[in-house]
């Protein structure tokens, strides 16, 4: 076992002394094959059938629809259309940042295109209106972590390829939590402006909602076409990935003529170089995680998890394999791929429902995001605001705080994962 768990702790320093994710984790797996004289045999032969996964062909057909979305300047309609519906309340333009990530996510499901998309509108627009950048940036950070949770969602297909669950079960299964969750930081905004004296935006016009919203309107058959698709059976995931796309390009270029062929080529190009160094990520993951797996790592990790779980409590369990995610989310971005292959024998030795956990999987990738070292949010927020990193860590406190208490009670009530997938079901 020294072997493995050396080429663990390698991963996570290089990755904590700023080395890429694909650079780190080849040298990790490389230097675990050849120390462990498996190279020639294991490392081919797993990489390939880790990247073999049919559920694998959705992910680049949902980041091109995505792309397409973003670049086709959807993100500025869907901004107006909330603007109308909650920026009359106090804190105005902090809620129309939360829901817009709502709407966005619906389209998008990666928390970082979200940031590039609907970041780079609103926080600018909310230090015009007094707002620190700071908490612009914090707000922005925390919201775009309603993406991952409401489908189409990348974590979640990641997820679905290395545990084999119906990945149409686990995007219905993310629907309620991400609703709930924005809800949660619209109360706290809404808690948070009366306390701090944030103005309203503008004031309630039904006219403006309905003008708005029909700018908005088609914008929002992309979440229905995958949602009701994979509901009533229409299709499978990956289909659905790629009426997506047809979709997006068909809406952008067609209907808003907001994007070209010029602009189609650089979408091309950005989604092509996003999904390859994901799956190259992705491959080398299922290669680590053999190794582990071949030196009993995670029937040590089950043994744990029995030592320090008292009588049979599913909920201590659980929270011993988010406080280990979490931590490792600190470090390993993306999350997923890398852990999951380590813990998913636990997982079935201990007869976790891999549905449930796999909406607590997206939250631990959500926080990861929001926490140093990597925290890629506040990176990319930071950037857009030209803030320091560790001030909107702080000013993001409150928000960080809020989405741990949701997962605790996430973690304490599954039906608000189960209960959408089997009534479908």
Do not use: C
């Not at 808003?256 to 979408?267: C, F």
């Amino acid at each position: 076992m020294t072997i493995p768990i050396l080429s663990i702790v390698v991963l996570l320093v290089l990755l904590i002394l700023g080395t890429p994710m694909v650079a780190a984790l080849l040298l990790a797996v490389a230097m675990n094959f050849v120390l462990s004289g498996q190279w020639s045999i294991m490392v081919p032969q797993t990489m390939v059938s880790g990247v073999s996964q049919f559920t694998l062909i959705a992910l680049p057909l949902f980041v091109l629809a995505g792309t397409v979305m973003n670049a086709g300047g959807i993100s500025g309609r869907l901004f107006d259309f909330a603007r109308a519906l909650v920026g009359w309340m106090r804190g105005g333009l902090a809620q129309v940042n939360v829901l817009t990530s709502m709407f966005f996510g619906g389209m998008i499901g990666s928390s970082t295109a979200d940031l590039a998309g609907s970041g780079s509108i609103l926080i600018p627009a909310m230090e015009k209106e007094g707002y620190s950048p700071e908490i612009s940036a914090a707000i922005s950070a925390s919201s775009s972590g309603i993406g991952p949770l409401i489908p189409p969602s990348s974590p979640m297909i990641l997820y679905s390829a290395v545990t084999g669950t119906s990945l149409g079960a686990l995007f219905l299964a993310g629907l309620i939590p991400g609703i709930l969750l924005g809800v949660t930081f619209m109360v706290q905004i809404a808690i948070l402006a009366a306390w701090r004296g944030w103005k309203r935006h503008g004031n309630l016009s039904v006219n403006e909602i309905i003008r708005t919203g029909k700018r908005a309107l088609l914008a929002f058959g992309m979440p229905g076409i995958i949602v009701g698709g994979l509901v009533f059976g229409v299709f499978t995931p990956s289909e659905g990935g790629a009426f997506a796309v047809i979709y997006a390009i068909f809406l952008s270029m067609a209907i808003y003529r907001t994007l070209d062929l010029r602009g189609l080529y650089r979408v091309f190009v950005t989604s092509l170089m996003m999904t390859g160094e994901l799956l190259i990520i992705v491959s080398l993951s299922f290669a680590l995680g053999a190794s582990l797996s071949s030196a009993q790592v995670p029937q040590a990790l089950a043994g744990m998890i029995d030592v320090f779980t008292p009588g049979d409590s599913m909920f201590m369990r659980l929270l011993i394999l988010m406080v280990l995610a979490i931590i490792a989310g600190m470090f390993l971005d993306p999350l997923i791929p890398v852990l999951v292959p380590v813990i998913l024998p636990a997982l079935l030795i201990h007869d976790v429902d891999l549905l449930h956990f796999g909406v607590l999987m997206v939250m631990a990738v959500v926080i990861g995001q929001l926490t140093p070292p990597m925290a890629i949010a506040l990176i990319i927020t930071g950037r857009i605001a030209r803030t320091d990193q560790l001030k909107i860590f702080a000013a993001n406190m409150p928000f960080l705080l809020a989405i741990l208490g949701f997962t605790i009670v996430l973690m304490a009530v599954p039906e608000l994962a189960t209960w959408l997938p089997s009534l479908m079901r």
